[in-house]
């Protein structure tokens, strides 16, 4: 089987090479890399080699010649782009912030900004995979990766999915604090949550472990709930409040200000961080001269990375350093790997991810991408049935849809009208005149 890395000079790849090389079904028997930074993508292949040196069974990597080679013959594709590198991300964060809102990745202004500037490039892609790799399954990580996949689903189809770490990272960390048997959370047979919304914007709402319900415990227990991050982020008192918990970004809804007055007055925000490590990480590791050192360096790198995630929000929090199983995370790596076993296996696998909504939310449209429990089986992924939403969980979610969909259509159809009603709408701008500003700065600073 053939796999495809789009954005194969990312920094993350090496986490998917590795749990490749650490699968036992040997699912994958080569990987190319296209990336259209030529320097980024032989670092990384670098990197790779490393990993692969005494492996009995190390997977091929190739460098694609093109967009259209590294897509030809693909049977998955992993869409891990950035279109603007981390200077677009940096302007992403502090066009906003320079107005007084929150600039963030893929949360607010800098998510509607990070997607105008992306779809476009999304889309393309979407036809040469129709074009090129019709039967291939593409797996998408581009952020925002809720309205990415809603903008190439228009031409894939089911056949584009969009996954996130961070929904199955609340899951086992929830168990774990709950005390329930790790293991049993593989199992649809002794384990089940609830988890719904859209990408960085979702709720779990319940957790079952062979019979047991162990969220209003977990929630009623002020020591179980400090022992993870989501815990420590939101506070036992607002969780018990809204009775569910919450992914991690919804603390910048849920504490707007405290979050803005955290990054507003920053020397450094998170893309001016990454653009610093990343960059003099590519720049060393290519001066480094051998895959053992490039390594070295990336393991150091990766590390840092992971320790000073979401470190605005932990100090508008109180404060706190990320523990081991923080860091553990739900893994991009490991949820693509378990994506993929469960098409090719046919295995009815449940896992959380960004699809088709069809009727799992009647008030959404069923086209819309929402992100919450699917079975999978070779014909792809069906969204569960879920609880009914709260009014506020609802609200808030139909909100940030018609932003998305906003945005979808502003990037598809080049539409100004539709990019300032993105911006304008979103709870975190909330105002016409700051919208127009930063989609004007936003339009002469690209």
Known sequence: MRLTILGGGGF????????LLDDPA???????????????VAVIAEVLAELAQGHPAPVAVRIADGLDDALTGADFIFSAIRVGGTAGRIR???????????????????GVLYGLRTIPVALHIAERVAA????????????????????????????????CDSPVGLVRRAARAAGADLSALASPERAAYD????????????????????????????????????????????????????????????????TLDSVRDT???????????????FERAAAA??????????????????????????????????????LEGGGYDRVALALMHAIVGDSGTRLILNVRNGTTVPQLAPDAIVETVCEVDAKGARPLPCAPLREDQLGLMLQIKAVEKAAVEAATFKDRGAALRALALHPLVDSPAVAARILQRAATTD
């Not at 790799?133 to 990766?145: D, E, G, L």
């Open 26 to 40: 040997r699912s994958v028997s080569e990987v190319t890399l296209h990336d259209t930074d030529a320097r980024r």
């Open 267 to 281: 020397r450094e925000t998170r893309g001016e961080f990454l653009d610093q490590q990343q960059g003099g990480f």
């Open 92 to 110: 992403d964060e502090r066009i906003p912030l320079s107005e007084g809102v929150l600039g963030q990745e893929t949360v607010g202004a800098g």
């Open 289 to 326: 001269g051998g895959p053992d050192a490039a390594y070295a360096l990336w393991e150091r790198t990766r590390l840092e990375r992971e320790e000073t995630y979401m470190a605005h929000s932990r100090e508008a929090g109180g404060g706190w350093q990320r523990d081991s199983h923080d």
């Open 195 to 258: 988890y719904v919304g859209l990408n960085h914007l979702g709720w779990l709402r319940s957790l079952t472990v062979d019979g047991d319900e162990l969220l209003p415990r977990l929630l009623a227990d002020d020591r179980a709930l400090g022992s993870f991050e989501e815990g420590r982020l939101f506070g036992a008192d607002w969780l018990r409040t809204i009775g569910a918990l919450p992914n991690e970004y919804l603390h910048y809804y849920y504490f707007r200000r405290e």
């Open 132 to 163: 090129l790799a019709p039967r291939a399954w593409v797996i998408n990580f581009t952020n925002p990766a809720g309205m990415v996949t809603e903008a190439m689903a228009q031409v894939l189809g089911d056949r584009v999915i969009g996954i």
């Open 12 to 19: 993350r790849v090496p986490l998917v090479y590795r749990a």
